[in-house]
């Protein structure tokens, strides 16, 4: 994706009040929010039909090893 803006992008987007330039920022913010939770929703999916995931007792395990360890070297 080209990371450039618009020529004709720019001339409405200075036609704007203060006000509706608000609400096409937050309306902007939240597509990007939105792509970005898709996508990583997609990796997320990925992950787990390629087996990439880790099972709760694993991680239970390295949490409670990490625990172990934070412990030992606060003393």
Do not use: C, P
């Not at 920022?25 to 997320?44: G, H, V």
């Amino acid at each position: 994706m080209d990371k450039v803006i618009d020529k004709e992008l720019i001339s409405h987007l200075l036609r704007l009040e203060n006000n509706q330039q608000e609400k096409v920022l937050a309306y902007m913010k939240d597509l990007l929010i939105q792509d970005e939770m898709n996508k990583r929703t997609d990796e997320s999916e990925m992950a787990i039909s390629e087996g990439r995931t880790k099972s709760f007792d694993q991680f239970n395990r390295g949490f409670e090893q990490w625990k172990a360890n934070k412990r030992a070297s606060m003393k």
